[in-house]
């Protein structure tokens, strides 16, 4: 089927052209010349009528040009350049001549297109239902992944849908769950795998601990009185001779007997008053009893770290502490040369809420790990997902280490340019299509994928958490409910 015929100057990327009947803005086209079959996507459409221009002012006279005038309606798009169809998609060396027609690329072209050698099904072309669309597994797990969304635009089951296809490969999932979404959720291709918000200080290091006590880089007296008693509750540990399970209560109590030394450093007391606080912060942290987190993943599962009763501080000692343990252990494997070894230590992580955990104008730890396993994760089998609905809070530099996106709907102007800036992918076309994708429509770029596409992604069929709540049906059933009608609710107001 003709779609329109090229006009104007046409460039190696894109080619301007005329039609006399609507197509939609992801179709997919091709251009035949110079031998060659090129494919191509249309990413902008304009309607318009000679007749009826902007300079007429005349109400009158518009409305007379309409009735007459409607031969003058014309349809102009512009089509990027995606490569030649049977050159393993390379770009052309020449430009489209003008007056060569477009067609409507066939189903037998797009399906070549999606069989890759190690699928993960999203869903279907929005244009084409029939036409499923797969990506590549091996880019999003060693090339890394965002999924970016508006709250309500999808973004949560397309990380179910994912989350579920990786499952088939028996890929070792590490879900950082920061309301707690995951916990109870089913997934037809594996289980969930539950670990608690807990950390063995035997496993932490002394700067991490450092940092949780806030003892500061210029700090040089208390950081020596800290590292002493870091030293002698591990120590204490390791023989059995301390009482609790609370590390920062065993260096407490060390400082606090060598405080009551005749001459001893007042600084001491300031750093014991920085422990105290640290344990009303982190109470709950701490556990000297259980291994080491990561050693509780287990392959084919959704390894989910519920952080949805922790606050972000804590959240942020915990991403950074695993990330750094797992960075540390799969270096360790690499330098063995043992291949399996290092295959055995991979780990996919998911990152809710990476604006958090992230952030583009704060400097935190968990922000500092994810930053270093954007750019080294992949040399030692370690991916990262980051998931955000506020794309412009995210922290830039690991942004664009995503080599891959999944980008549903964003409407405000400062999302977009965010993420414009991190992927050199993403055309100004296609951003503008950002505000228009319904719920569940999104543009897929990257490694992953062979061309840019719009997908419709597939409903999940499994069972999660994270919808928002029916409260006016909520409110209704207890409206019905005339024993409730009697009591008196306390809204907690003084007057």
Not at 86 to 100: E, Q, S
Not at 306 to 328: F, G, M, P, T, W
Not at 472 to 490: A, C, H, P, R, W
């Amino acid at each position: 089927m003709v779609v329109g015929i090229c006009i104007g100057e046409t460039s190696l990327t894109e080619v301007t052209f005329i039609s006399d009947k609507m197509p939609k803005v992801g179709e997919y086209v091709t251009i035949e010349y110079d031998g060659k079959k090129v494919l191509g996507m249309i990413e902008n459409l304009i309607r318009g009528n000679d007749s009826l221009n902007v300079d007429i002012n005349d109400f009158n006279a518009i409305q007379k040009i309409s009735r007459i005038g409607a031969e003058d309606n014309y349809i102009k798009g512009r089509v990027k350049i995606l490569g030649d169809v049977n050159d393993n998609l390379k770009l052309p060396r020449t430009p489209v001549l003008p007056g060569t027609e477009i067609h409507l690329a066939d189903g037998e072209i797009l399906d070549k297109i999606f069989n890759v050698k190690n699928p993960i099904k999203l869903g279907c072309l929005v244009n084409q239902s029939d036409v499923d669309v797969n990506v590549e597994a091996n880019p999003i797990l060693s090339r890394h992944l965002a999924i970016l969304a508006m709250t309500g635009a999808g973004k949560s089951n397309t990380v179910a849908v994912l989350i579920d296809q990786l499952l088939g490969y028996n890929v070792p999932i590490f879900v950082f769950d920061m309301h707690g979404e995951y916990k109870d959720a089913e997934f037809p291709n594996g289980n969930v795998n539950v670990i608690m918000p807990k950390i063995n200080p035997h496993y932490m290091n002394f700067y991490e601990i450092k940092k949780l006590v806030n003892i500061g880089a210029n700090s040089f007296i208390q950081e020596r009185h800290f590292r002493r008693a870091f030293k002698q509750a591990e120590k204490n540990i390791s023989d059995g001779i301390a009482q609790t399970n609370n590390f920062l209560q065993i260096m407490y109590d060390i400082l606090d007997k060598d405080s009551h030394v005749e001459g001893s450093d007042k600084q001491i007391v300031d750093v014991m008053n920085k422990i105290d606080d640290a344990m009303e912060r982190y109470s709950n942290l701490f556990d000297k009893n259980i291994g080491n987190i990561l050693s509780n993943v287990k392959r084919g599962y959704v390894n989910v770290l519920d952080l949805s009763q922790v606050d972000e501080s804590v959240a942020s000692v915990l991403v950074s502490h695993i990330l750094r343990n797992a960075l540390k252990r799969s270096k360790d494997a690499a330098h063995t040369g043992d291949k399996k070894d290092l295959i055995d230590n991979s780990v996919f992580f998911i990152l809710e809420e990476a604006h958090i955990l992230a952030p583009n104008k704060r400097e935190s730890d968990s922000k500092r790990w994810i930053q270093r396993v954007a750019r080294e994760g992949r040399k030692f089998g370690l991916g990262l997902c980051l998931v955000s609905q506020s794309p412009k809070t995210v922290d830039h530099d690991a942004l664009s280490q995503m080599n891959n996106m999944i980008i549903l709907r964003l409407v405000e102007p400062e999302d977009q340019r965010h993420v414009q800036s991190a992927s050199e992918s993403l055309s100004q076309d296609l951003i503008n299509q950002l505000p228009s994708l319904n719920v569940g429509e999104a543009i897929v770029l990257g490694l992953m994928s062979k061309i840019p596409t719009l997908v419709k992604i597939d409903m999940f069929k499994g069972r999660r958490h994270g919808d928002d709540m029916d409260l006016i049906s909520y409110f209704k059933e207890l409206g019905e409910d005339s024993d409730y009608n009697d009591e008196t609710v306390d809204m907690g107001y003084d007057y």
